[in-house]
C-alpha cells in the first residue's frame, strides 16, 4: 500500500473487548476479516496502564470498510451520535442484520431501525426502499412512511409500503 494515499479509517474505542467486537463483526458481515493484531508493550506503560502483550489495537475490514478497535479503556463509552448504517435490499437482510447485531444488544435503544449492539455501538438497518419512498416527489406519500418508520423498531418493508401506497 503506498503511504501517499489518503484511506480514511475508523477507529473505535473499547474497554478490552476489540478483539471480540472483531471477531463478532466480522462473522456477520460478508467479505470480512481481521487483519493484524497489536499488543501493548511495556513501553509507555505509565501512561497506557495496559499490561504487556495485552491487545492494543485490532485491525479489521468489514466488506472493504476499514476498522480498527482499540483497547483504550472505560474512559469513553460509545453514544448514538455516531451510527453505522447498513442499506439493506430486501427484508432478509434487514432481518439478518438486525437479529445478529441485536444478539445480546440494548433493546431500549431500539427505535426507526436503529439499534445498539452488545458493545454500545449504534447501527442503522435501513431497506433501500425506504430511502426511496423518502426521496418521492409525492411528500404526502413520504410523510405516511415516516410515519411508519418513527413508530417502528426493527423496518418491515411491507408495512412501509403500504403506508407510502396509502
Not at 495485552?54 to 453514544?79: A, I, Y
Not at 432478509?92 to 437479529?99: F, G, K, L, P, Q
Not at 418491515?156 to 401506497?165: N, P, Q, S, T, W
Request: hydrophobic letters at 40%.
Amino acid at each position: 500500500m503506498s503511504l501517499n494515499k489518503l484511506q480514511i479509517t475508523t477507529c473505535l474505542w473499547f474497554d478490552g473487548q476489540a478483539s471480540e467486537a472483531a471477531n463478532f463483526y466480522t462473522s456477520i458481515f460478508p467479505n470480512s476479516k481481521v487483519v493484524s493484531t497489536q499488543h501493548y508493550l511495556e513501553n509507555g506503560k505509565e501512561f497506557h496502564g495496559h499490561e504487556p502483550g495485552t491487545v492494543l489495537t485490532v485491525e479489521f475490514e468489514l466488506d472493504g470498510h476499514r476498522f480498527v478497535g482499540l483497547n483504550g479503556g472505560p474512559h469513553f463509552k460509545f453514544n448514538e451520535a455516531v451510527s453505522f448504517q447498513i442499506d439493506c435490499a430486501d427484508q432478509a437482510e434487514v432481518d439478518y442484520y438486525w437479529d445478529k447485531l441485536g444478539e445480546g444488544g440494548d433493546p431500549a435503544k431500539q427505535q426507526c431501525g436503529w439499534l445498539g449492539d452488545k458493545f454500545g455501538v449504534s447501527w442503522q438497518v435501513v431497506p433501500t426502499a425506504l430511502k426511496e419512498m423518502l426521496a418521492s416527489e409525492d411528500k404526502a406519500a413520504a410523510g405516511r412512511a415516516t410515519d411508519v418508520m418513527m413508530h417502528s423498531r426493527k423496518m418491515v418493508i411491507a408495512d412501509l409500503e403500504k403506508a407510502f401506497r396509502g
